[in-house]
C-alpha cells in the first residue's frame, strides 16, 4: 500500500522559513514525479513545484527563487524547502505522485500539513 | 503555462439530479486531462484519468469525455456522497495546472 505522509506545517511569521516532509512507503520517491500542491484556506488547488526522476525541478512563479523541493533517497523522502514566506503562502501543502505511465494522473496524495505565515 | 477554465464555479443540485461540470483548456491537451472530487478537509481523490477513463472503485455513474480543449464530467444520477468540490487538472504539459474547481451545492 502506498502512502505519502507530510509533516512540518506550522505557525511562522513572514520572512521565516520551513521545510516540509513527505515520507514515502510502498512507492520509490527517486523513481517518481513527485510533486508540492497546495490549497489556501477557501481556495482552489495550486500546483507548487515538482521534482523529476532524473532530478530536474520545475516552480510556480509564485514561489520561484524561495522555495526548493529535493529528496533524501536513503530516507525516501521528499522535501519542501520554504523560505521568505509570505501571508499568501498559507496553505495546506500536499505532496503527490504523479504516474509517469499513466498520463502523469496524480494517483496518490497526502494527508496535507498546514502552513500559516501570520505575525 | 495552460489556463483551465471550469465551469460552473458552484451549482445547487439535488440527489437524483445529472449534472455536468465542463473545462476548458488553453490551448489542446490531446486526453491528459484528470478529474478529482474533494471534500473538506480531505485531499482530493481521482475520478477519471485521459479524460474518459474511470479510475478503479469510482462508481460508474461517474463518466467523462472530451479531447483537445474542451472536456465534461457527467455525473448520471447525483447521490448524497457527491456534494463536493470538483477539479480537472491537465497533465499535458508543467506545470500540470487545475482549473478552479466546482462546488456542488444541495439545492
Known amino acids: 500500500e502506498v502512502q505519502l505522509v507530510e509533516s512540518g506545517g506550522g505557525l511562522i511569521q513572514p520572512g521565516g522559513s520551513l521545510r516540509l516532509s513527505c515520507a514515502a512507503s510502498g512507492l520509490t520517491v527517486s523513481s517518481n514525479y513527485m510533486s508540492w500542491v497546495r490549497q489556501a484556506p477557501g481556495e482552489g488547488l495550486e500546483w507548487v513545484s515538482v521534482l523529476y526522476r532524473n532530478g530536474n525541478t520545475y516552480y510556480a512563479d509564485s514561489v520561484k527563487g524561495r522555495f526548493t523541493i529535493s529528496r533524501d533517497n536513503s530516507k525516501n523522502t521528499l522535501y519542501l524547502q520554504m523560505n521568505s514566506l509570505r501571508a499568501e503562502d498559507t496553505a495546506v501543502y500536499y505532496c503527490?505522485?504523479?504516474?509517469?505511465?499513466?498520463?502523469?494522473?496524480?494517483?496518490?496524495w497526502g494527508q496535507g500539513t498546514l502552513v500559516t505565515v501570520s505575525s | 503555462d495552460i489556463q483551465m477554465t471550469q465551469s460552473p464555479s458552484s451549482l445547487s443540485t439535488s440527489v437524483g439530479d445529472r449534472v455536468t461540470i465542463t473545462c476548458r483548456a488553453s490551448q489542446s491537451i490531446s486526453y491528459y486531462l484528470n478529474w478529482y472530487q474533494q471534500k473538506p478537509g480531505k485531499a482530493p481523490k481521482l475520478l477519471i484519468y485521459a479524460a474518459s477513463s474511470l479510475q478503479s472503485g469510482v462508481p460508474s455513474r461517474f463518466s467523462g469525455s472530451g479531447s483537445g480543449t474542451d472536456f465534461t464530467l457527467t455525473i448520471s444520477s447525483l447521490q448524497p456522497e457527491d456534494f463536493a468540490t470538483y477539479y480537472c487538472q491537465q497533465s499535458y504539459s508543467t506545470p500540470h495546472t487545475f482549473g478552479q474547481g466546482t462546488k456542488l451545492e444541495i439545492k
Open positions: 503527490a505522485r504523479s504516474n509517469s505511465e499513466n498520463y502523469y494522473v496524480v494517483d496518490y
